[in-house]
């Protein structure tokens, strides 16, 4: 509590306020002290660049994570990396909410076989701020799931605004609801490449998801992909060539069971087809 409210408590200690009854001068006491922690709690909030606190607690101290498939509607397995909050080098049991990135890299390995996590990265403190990671220390799971055809995952991507991504974002979303250490509140993230596919999750409507933050995306898709009418030559395939992409993603070590499959819901799939 600073010194302006230090001050103003004494004084109201020193004169209290008028009151013809003294049966109400313990509410408004009480109405006394809620304005003040409420004040004192405003003044220690700092968000400025560089600069973030006083607006939440840390809960953890460890992170742990694991790697397993999601199967999707279709059959097609997409790999996982979860980051679970953990006491003693062991994952909670609370349920937290949950946030998660559609990525096209969960991490990369390197030549020698050994596993380089984007929490282990040179530079890790600002590769994991980046990647939220630090967040599940304050109460959240964080997941990132490679899409379609990039890393470790099953099938072929695309390009951007693939109709499937769309349908997996859901299943995804869905999936992670169901989990014991999930509270159903889901929210999906992302920037730039990863921010164009955290805008597939709201377009299929997922029930449990709550908050999308998208960063770094094209708002106009006619301006960032068909300029003059000419077709854009980036992000209508794949993002590296299959061969490196293989020798260098992140192996899943545990095979999940497959998500459910929402039949109340009915889409379209549209298959992708280049402008004459």
Not at 48 to 61: F, T
Not at 224 to 252: E, M, Y
Request: glycine share 8%.
């Amino acid at each position: 509590m600073n010194a302006g409210v230090q001050a103003l408590t004494v004084a109201l200690r020193k004169n209290p306020p008028f009151m013809c009854r003294e049966k109400l001068r313990t509410p408004l006491w009480a109405m006394i002290a809620m304005l003040l922690f409420a004040y004192a709690k405003a003044q220690d909030r700092v968000s400025k660049p560089g600069v973030y606190s006083g607006y939440s607690r840390m809960l953890y101290r460890e992170i742990v994570h694991n790697s397993q498939y999601l199967t999707m509607r279709d059959g097609v397995k997409l790999a996982a990396t979860i980051y679970r909050p953990a006491v003693s080098g062991k994952a909670v049991e609370t349920p937290y909410p949950v946030l998660w990135e559609g990525t096209t890299s969960r991490g990369r390995r390197n030549s020698d076989g050994t596993v380089r996590l984007l929490s282990s990265a040179p530079r890790a403190t600002e590769q994991a701020r980046l990647s939220l990671i630090d967040i599940v220390k304050f109460g959240y799971v964080l997941v990132q799931v490679e899409r379609r055809g990039q890393g470790a995952s099953m099938g072929f991507m695309r390009g951007y605004h693939d109709r499937t991504e769309s349908l997996d974002a859901y299943d995804i979303t869905e999936w992670l609801a169901q989990q014991s250490w999930s509270n159903g509140k889901i929210g999906v993230f992302g920037c730039s490449n990863t921010g164009e596919a955290a805008l597939h999750a709201p377009t299929a409507m997922p029930p449990h998801l709550k908050a999308v933050f998208a960063g770094c995306y094209s708002w106009n898709k006619f301006d960032g992909f068909l300029r003059g009418g000419i077709l854009a030559n980036w992000g209508t395939g794949p993002q590296t060539s299959p061969l490196s992409a293989g020798l260098t993603a992140i192996p899943v070590k545990k095979t999940a069971r497959s998500s459910p499959r929402h039949r109340q819901s009915v889409f379209i799939v549209m298959p992708y087809i280049a402008p004459m």
